[in-house]
Nanobody
């Protein structure tokens, strides 16, 4: 069974950078697609970026040019590089996985989730 563990969240000043990691276990990454999502207090879970098993990516407009998703199957890890962070990026960030050939930006498409990592952007 797919297991996901996020790490890398922290308190960072506006304009700063963070790299989130999602450690994947229990399955072969080769057959899975992954997404990064975030949820701020009082808001719905939002798709941030996703990556297919073929390394095709999708990203929400609000982070385009600032966030980059990547995967390293040799390290069983999915990454989210976040640059030029803004206060509105503050949220719990989650990693999710789905088998097949495509990734989705909708949270309802995924059934396997990590526990989340907190990102806070503030002075």
């Amino acid at each position: 069974q797919l297991q996901l563990v996020e790490s890398g969240g922290d308190l960072v000043q506006p304009g700063g950078s963070l790299r989130l990691s999602c450690a994947v276990s229990g399955v072969s990454m080769d057959y899975y697609n992954f997404g990064w999502f975030r949820q701020a207090p009082g808001k719905e879970r939002e798709g941030v970026s996703c990556i297919t098993r073929g390394h095709s990516t999708n990203v929400v407009d609000s982070v385009k040019g600032r966030f980059t998703i990547s995967r390293d199957n040799t390290k069983n890890t999915v990454y989210l590089q976040m640059n030029d962070l803004r206060p509105e990026d503050s949220a719990v960030y989650y990693c999710a996985g789905i088998s097949g050939y495509v990734c989705f930006m909708g949270a309802d498409k995924y059934s396997d989730w990590g526990q989340g990592t907190q990102v806070t952007v503030s002075t």
